[in-house]
């Protein structure tokens, strides 16, 4: 990795066979819903028999990026698109999505979703070869080698990306336009999700199903672990890579735990019953007496009603979120920075002060969140406070995309559970174990990745790999 960007993005595709439509809008529109998975850059490809390719990428929110203007420019009836997520350093225009480049007399454009632990090494075999690099992107890597196998090896592009897939080792959603047609593309192992969905003649790519629920397209399937997929005829056609079926599965826990929206179904489990059943798994394990249960929101929100539902404690907000604290938002000063927590998460002292309350998050990653957190819940004086997890101790890095921190930065990694307990001064820290989320999740635990959490990664790793963090503003 060393760099090179963690593409812990949204992706989405739209192949429309009427050329006398524009795609755009609608693209627009499951990005817009798929926002939660990237507010770093957005951008949008589109082709058009007469125009070619269009495209427009640009940093921020989805809303900052694309006006109607813009919308309008990008004609065409084929499109994809891209949200990148924020990880500390690189914010460069150069790196946001959909990555395009010349390919075959047009052109080809690239969204991805994932993070390709051996691009350093593909890169600088590209290098040698020639190849010039704009961006510290895993898709320009991963374009370049499709160019290579089709005009060195005259492949064709299902061909090209069977070869390719061969090379690449991590985690990869693509959702790929070459010359007016659209292809979506998920490892073997599934790491990344991606489905497809049919409105009217057209199909829709996207990386979680509540872009499909925007624009009223009606899901179909989940892309299988080493699919392509391309259409055809009213038809969705598909070509399973030699690789398919014979690595181990190895779906990202934490799309359930906090990535995806909860109104998302991801490879046939939906976010939000797992999120209720994280819940009732925590309660299993910890059945505290108090008066309230309280999520930190949003993402918590499911396990407190699980929790909530299994005692019969009553679920009650404490937190409200500031909605409108984004990523944009600079803090040069240490006073500033502990302002910004206040901006974003005010308590209602009302709610909490003399009960005794168990407070629910999703994840502890590297602990700064909670110390400043409970601080604030401090501060409205409740009589008890239990702090219960989602996740089990995040104890090590993830290479695939989800850009979690060093191992010297993530807590569970240097302290035990007792020293962080005593760390935050709570009465309770309760994380659920890794059993009790795998039953959450339902899924049997040979399918999951939990390199984060145990440290079985499932691929092989170069030994220089460096690990991200994430920016949290
Ligand atoms: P911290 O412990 O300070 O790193 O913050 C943990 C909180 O940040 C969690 O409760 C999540 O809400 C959120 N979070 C966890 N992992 C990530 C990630 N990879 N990217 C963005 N936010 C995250």
């Known amino acids: ?55 427009y990428c640009g940093m921020g929110l989805i809303t900052d990026v694309f006006k109607d203007y813009e919308i309008q420019n990008l004609q065409g009836n084929m499109a994809i698109g891209h949200v990148r997520y924020s990880t500390t350093g690189q914010s460069r225009l150069e790196n946001s999505q959909p990555f395009v480049t010349d390919f075959d007399d047009g052109f080809i454009a690239m969204a991805h979703n994932g993070d390709i632990v051996n691009s350093s090494e593909l890169r600088d075999e590209l290098i040698d070869e020639g190849y010039e690099f704009k961006s510290d992107t895993d898709s320009e890597v991963i374009c370049y080698m499709l160019k290579r196998e089709h005009y060195d090896n005259n492949k064709n592009i299902l061909d090209s990306i069977e070869s390719v897939s061969q090379k690449l080792v991590g985690s990869y959603a693509l959702t790929i336009l070459v010359n007016g047609e659209l292809y979506g593309v998920r490892d073997p ?60 599965l190895s779906h990202c826990m934490f799309e359930y735990v906090y990535f995806a929206r909860p109104d998302s179904t991801i490879d046939g489990i939906n976010v939000y019953q797992t999120r209720m059943n994280i819940g009732r798994q925590l309660h299993e394990l910890y059945p ?27 679920y009650g907000e404490g937190l409200i979120k500031n909605r409108y604290v984004g990523r944009t938002f600079i803090m040069p000063t240490q006073e500033e920075r502990e302002l910004a927590v206040r901006l974003k ?129």
């Open 288 to 314: 505290i007496d108090a008066d309230v249960v309280i999520p930190v929101p949003d993402s918590s929100i499911p396990a407190a009603i699980g929790y909530s539902r299994a005692s019969g404690i009553p």
């Open 1 to 55: 990795m060393q760099g090179e960007m963690e593409d812990k993005c949204g992706i989405v595709g739209i192949h429309c066979t009427d050329d006398s439509k524009n795609v755009a809008s609608f693209v627009y529109y499951c990005l817009y819903a798929l926002q939660h998975r990237g507010q770093e850059s957005a951008g949008i490809a589109t082709f058009n028999k007469e125009k070619g390719l269009n495209y």
């Open 345 to 473: 998460l005010n308590p209602i002292k009302e709610a909490i002060k003399g009960k005794k309350i168990i407070l629910i998050d999703d994840s502890i990653v590297r602990g700064t969140t909670s110390k400043q957190l409970l601080d604030l819940v401090k501060e409205a004086e409740p009589e008890e406070i239990h702090f219960l997890v989602g996740c089990p101790p995040v104890v090590a890095p993830c290479y695939y995309g989800v850009a979690m921190a060093t191992k010297k930065e993530l807590i569970a990694a240097n302290y035990s559970i007792e020293e962080i307990q005593e760390q935050l001064d709570i009465d309770t820290l309760g994380y659920i174990t890794l059993e009790s989320l795998v039953k959450a999740i339902g899924m049997p635990k040979e399918n999951l990745c939990l390199g984060c959490l145990n440290e079985e990664y499932p691929t092989e790793l170069p030994d220089d790999i460096e690990a991200e963090t994430y920016y949290k503003p």
């Open 189 to 248: 192992m599934g790491i990344k999700p991606l489905a497809v969905a049919k409105k009217g003649d057209d199909f829709i790519l996207a990386s979680e199903t509540v872009a499909f629920d925007v624009i009223n397209a009606k899901y179909v399937r989940d892309i299988e672990p080493g699919e392509i997929v391309f259409f055809e005829n009213d038809e969705i056609n598909s070509h399973m890579l030699e690789s398919a079926g014979k690595c181990k």
